[in-house]
């Protein structure tokens, strides 16, 4: 059993007697999704039994998430199930499993002014509906849930986990609301910790991403448009990175709070044109055009707290992982990255 040490942030705080083991059965939900078919190709990797859900959600190219899954559908310790959080029975897919890794949500800030209530659907109600199955099921102990840096709105930087968030897109409202479904399960005798990911890049990255976008332009030769004037700022996360963070958080000691998980430095995109002149050897054409709405200025993560919690680092330079990325859609990759 966890024992009680104290308070942070009025969360609780459980020390473990002993590290979960290694090798488990675990379910990762938004299994074909980017970030969630890379952490689960590596849990394979690692020994693990994975069953996987998603919906294939139609935000971007359906065939990109089908490709994904079909890459792991190929690993015997691999079971996918298709179905959707908000609809599916979810009890028997918890049978036998340890950890949960919830990765399946509707990402992105600029749809979700119009959509704002298929975010609350995917984002909120989807993951209530699994607290509550998690909760109920004998054998889960611990789930890591996929938040976002987008909770914080245009707070003053660094961005720190024990300020008040204040998001600035109904996405962001979402990602918050599911944060606190999901540590208020601390109380319920699950093991809950919220990860605040920092723009996620990559190979395998999201289209609708603009490191993505701006590299297949640059790839392409065309035109690139840059909603602002260049001077916005990201902590931007290679995916590897965010896998091995979320990995970090299923075994760490310390549950029932919120920890960021980026990169560990702040790159313009006026940095990000220059480093991709390189990589592609040739000028970019930019068109600007107004900043879009929700977009926050600048994103700076204070990752003290993941570093103490839970002895996380980030490895990869944006230098090294944008070339990654590059490489990658310049094979054409369009799944297997
Ligand atoms: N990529 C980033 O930069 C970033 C940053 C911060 C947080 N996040 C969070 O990380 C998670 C993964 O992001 P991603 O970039 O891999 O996105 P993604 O869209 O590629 O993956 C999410 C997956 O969830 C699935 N899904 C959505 N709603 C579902 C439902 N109701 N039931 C079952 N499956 C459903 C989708 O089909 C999709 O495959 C998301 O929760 C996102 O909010 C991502």
Redesign the pocket.
């Known amino acids: 059993m966890p024992l009680m040490v104290g308070l942070v942030d009025g969360s609780m705080i459980k020390t473990m007697e002993s590290r979960l083991a290694r090798n488990r059965a675990v379910l990762v ?2 299994a ?5 078919a890379r952490l689960t190709q590596r849990l394979l990797d690692e020994g693990n039994a994975v069953i996987g ?5 139609p ?1 971007y190219e359906v065939g990109e ?1 089908l490709a994904r899954s079909a890459l792991l559908r190929q690993h015997p310790r691999y079971r996918h199930v298709t ?4 609809e599916q029975t979810l009890a028997p897919l918890l049978e036998g499993v340890d950890v949960v890794f919830h ?5 992105g800030v600029r749809p979700s002014f119009e959509l704002r209530d298929l975010y609350w659907r ?1 984002n909120v109600l ?1 993951t209530a509906r699994l607290v509550e199955a998690c909760a109920a099921a004998p054998s889960v102990r611990r789930l890591v849930y ?4 987008s909770v914080y709105g245009d707070a003053a930087l660094p961005l720190r986990e024990d300020g008040t968030p204040a998001p600035v897109s109904p996405y962001g409202e979402t ?1 918050l609301e599911g944060e606190r479904i999901c540590l208020a399960a601390n109380g319920r005798q699950l093991e809950a910790t919220a990860l605040r ?1 920092f ?2 890049y990559g190979p395998g990255q ?1 289209p609708d ?1 603009g490191l993505r976008r701006f590299a297949e332009a640059a790839l392409t030769g065309g035109p690139i448009e840059l909603l602002g004037d260049g001077t916005q700022s990201r902590d931007f996360t290679y995916v590897d990175d965010v896998v091995e963070a979320t990995q970090l958080a299923a075994r760490a000691p310390v549950v029932g709070l919120a920890v960021n998980v980026a990169g560990g430095s702040r790159i313009s995109l006026l940095e990000v044109f220059s480093l991709l002149e390189k990589l592609v050897r040739h000028d970019l054409e930019i068109r600007p055009s107004p900043f879009a709405r929700g977009d926050v200025r600048h994103t700076e993560a204070d990752t003290a707290r993941a570093r103490l919690l839970l002895g996380f680092e980030p490895k990869v330079s944006f230098a090294d992982g944008y070339r990654r990325e590059v490489d990658w859609l310049r094979r054409g990759a369009r799944s297997a990255a």
């Open positions: 939900t938004g074909a999704g980017f970030i969630g859900i998603d919906a294939y959600t935000t998430k179905g959707d959080l908000v990765l399946a949500g509707r990402p995917d989807a996929a938040s976002s840096s990602k990911y723009t996620v999201r991403l």
